[in-house]
């Protein structure tokens, strides 16, 4: 129950993250760089008698309906939490905070906030095997039925979006959606990787127990324990292999340099652990 607690937590503020995003500086600037928002801005703009929210909310139930009928039951409820709760609050915001124009006259500080929280956001959503729907579902529906590269047609979809901003808004708002479109990629790539990095140690020692003893009792995690020959010295050595969080890894340090000043140690970094106390599926 904490686990599922703690999860509706994250995949809730992520989701909050981008609608502020969305709303805030990416709706009042018309910056389009793809997805549902990018498409739900042109569209605000060409029939201006509906307003943007409700497009957003509009096709993403669309979606969701399409999503149910061609997965059935296997369709995430995350995504459906996620993507409603998402476009009710847009519309929410629209009705308690109207805006007629963007909160600064500083566009390109705007479209920083307009990509950095989006980004954070997904990626905290898809650390947490959630999405806020939209173009997700259309490239899980190309994934059941064909066999093209999603990412690069999404990619395409999105650049042609952000194009088309530039023909509605004027070749200024055209660029700034074409680099947010581009920051957007990098942003969630280096957010997850940070989200998800701990501390690879290789650990040569002539302490091994009381250096497994500390990772283990102390620190509450494992380690491997390898046997090894020191190519000059042919002297025995063991090798201790094992990986921690950053604070940890911090820990591990400092009682290295306590107990075994002479130990040699190599320590990486690492974004893909899977295995018990760290991600359990592929």
Same mark, same amino acid.
Do not use: C, Y
């Given at each position: 129950m904490k686990e599922k607690f703690r999860d509706f937590f994250w995949i809730t503020l992520g989701t909050l993250m981008v609608t502020v995003g969305i709303y805030f500086f990416k709706f009042p600037n018309n910056f389009s760089t793809g997805g549902v928002s990018g498409i739900s801005v042109i569209l605000g703009a060409l029939f201006p008698n509906v307003s943007s929210g409700t497009y957003v909310l509009c096709i993403n139930v669309a979606l969701l309906l399409i999503g149910f009928i061609v997965f059935g039951r296997s369709f995430g409820f995350k995504t459906v939490y996620c993507s409603l709760l998402m476009s009710l609050s847009i519309t929410l915001l629209e009705k308690v905070m109207p805006l007629s124009k963007p909160l600064t006259s500083q566009p390109t500080l705007e479209l920083c906030f307009s990509v950095l929280l989006p980004a954070v956001g997904s990626a905290i959503l898809f650390n947490r095997e959630a999405s806020t729907g939209g173009t997700d579902i259309v490239a899980k529906i190309f994934k059941k039925y064909t066999n093209v590269d999603i990412g690069k047609a999404l990619f395409c =979809?999105? +650049? &042609?979006?952000?194009?088309?901003? %530039?023909?509605? +808004? @004027?070749? *200024? =708002? %055209?660029? +700034? #959606? &074409?680099l947010g479109l581009l920051s957007k990629a990098l942003v969630v790539d280096s957010v997850i990787e940070n989200i998800n990095l701990s501390k690879y140690f290789t650990i040569v020692t002539d302490k091994p127990d009381e250096v497994a003893d500390y990772i283990t009792k102390t620190l509450n995690r494992s380690a491997t324990l390898l046997h090894g020959e020191g190519a000059y010295s042919r002297n025995e050595r063991t090798v201790i292999l094992t990986v921690l969080s950053r604070g940890q890894a911090v820990h591990l340090r400092t009682y290295l340099h306590t107990v075994d000043p002479h130990a040699f140690i190599v320590i990486s970094n #690492? #974004? *893909?652990?899977? @295995?018990? %106390? +760290?991600?359990?599926t592929l």
């Open positions: =979809t999105d +650049f &042609l979006i952000a194009t088309a901003a %530039g023909v509605v +808004f @004027g070749i *200024e =708002t %055209g660029l +700034f #959606s &074409l #690492s #974004s *893909e652990i899977i @295995g018990k %106390g +760290f991600r359990q």
